[in-house]
């Protein structure tokens, strides 16, 4: 079991940057695959980007390639998304999420057990 709490949301306008930080508790944390989601109002939540367990291995969503930065460290138990060049269409709750049994770092989020609570960007234009 691990527990996740994410932070670091807010509201910024367009072309800004934010930082979202997810603690990770209750378990060995670097032996977990964490990724980071994000869900508008009455649409599914989609995939932004996530990170192997040991860090070296990273995927973004097409949306965010080139602007957005996941990384990680297993000291500290947290995973950052660090968001560039933010825009209006970012907009959404951010989610962070873990798995541990999956063989290559998983992308759906089907295959993520642990989620946090979320974290609200808001991205003015």
């Known amino acids: 079991q691990v527990q996740l709490v994410e932070s670091g949301g807010g509201l910024v306008q367009a072309g800004g940057s934010l930082r979202l930080s997810c603690v990770a508790s209750g378990s060995i944390f670097s032996t977990y695959a964490m990724g980071w989601f994000r869900q508008v109002p009455g649409k599914e939540r989609t995939f932004v980007s996530a990170?192997?367990?040991?860090?070296?291995?990273?995927y973004y969503a097409d949306s965010v390639k080139g602007r957005f930065t996941i990384s990680r460290d297993n000291a500290k138990n947290t995973v950052y998304l660090q968001m560039n060049s933010l825009k209006a269409e970012d907009t959404a709750v951010y989610y962070c999420a873990a798995d541990q049994t999956s063989i290559v770092v998983p992308i759906e989020k089907e295959q993520y057990a642990y989620w946090g609570h979320g974290t609200q960007v808001t991205v003015s234009s």
């Open positions: 990170i192997s367990w040991h860090g070296d291995s990273t």
